[in-house]
């Protein structure tokens, strides 16, 4: 069965800095990979998605991530964080049609 | 737009009470899902439907039954509640398309007393 490992419970960072938040997943084929952010209170607004092709994809809100086979990651990136991307951000990799998600990593932005 | 409503944003219910929880999906979606959220738990999934009336446990079945009886719809029952199923919970739809990602609803956060 797949599994995803978010390996960082928490992060803190400095507004305009940049960010990287790391995904491992443990799947045989290859992966359909999801990013998704979970403001507080709210549900999950998907932010990215990869399936194959070019192994940088971009997504919503300036965010972007790469596909590692080799390192089996998928890793989400932003150059500079804004305040309003304090949240919480869930790994996710779908066999047939059911996602396994990662424990996710809360993001604090400081000022 | 994609849009999957759940009818409760926050619900209070008391230990033993039998609990609905409804969503509705707008996408005509084959697939439908309730998740429960707790910290440091992440996502996990109590039980999903692939078509009306069809339906298969998640990872964690226990305490919980569903029902799919029109395609949009797809409710959770908790047949007796009991404080341990205290979380937040998430229902999410998907087209058996492989490449499509799943659509979430906002989420029902459940109190037992």
């Known amino acids: 069965a797949q599994s995803v490992t978010q390996p960082d419970i928490h992060i803190t960072v400095s507004e305009g800095a940049s960010l990287e938040l790391r995904c491992n997943y443990s799947?045989?084929?290859?992966?359909?990979l999801f990013w998704y952010v979970q403001s507080p209170g709210q549900g999950l607004q998907l932010l990215l998605k990869y399936f194959s092709g070019d192994t940088l994809v971009q997504g919503i809100k300036g965010f972007e991530a790469e596909f590692k086979r080799s390192q089996s990651s998928f890793n989400l990136r932003k150059p500079s964080v804004h305040w309003s991307d304090a949240a919480e951000y869930f790994c996710a990799v779908r066999e047939d049609y059911k996602l396994s998600f990662g424990a996710g990593t809360t993001v604090t932005v400081r000022a | 737009d994609v849009k999957v409503t759940q009818s409760s944003r926050y619900l209070v219910k008391r230990t033993g009470e039998k609990v609905f929880l409804e969503c509705v999906q707008d996408?005509?979606?084959?697939?439908m899902f309730w998740y429960r959220q707790d910290p440091g738990l992440g996502l996990r999934l109590i039980y999903f439907s692939y078509d009306v009336k069809m339906k298969e446990k998640g990872d964690i079945p226990e305490g919980y039954s569903v029902s799919r009886e029109k395609k949009e719809r797809f409710s959770l029952i908790l047949e007796s509640a009991s404080t341990n199923q205290t979380s937040m919970y998430l229902c999410?739809?998907?087209?058996?398309?492989?490449?499509?990602?799943?659509?979430f609803g906002d989420g029902t956060r459940l109190s037992i007393l």
């Open positions: 999410a739809s998907t087209p058996s398309v492989q490449n499509q990602p799943q659509h």
């Open positions: 799947y045989g084929a290859t992966p359909y």
């Open positions: 996408m005509d979606h084959e697939n």
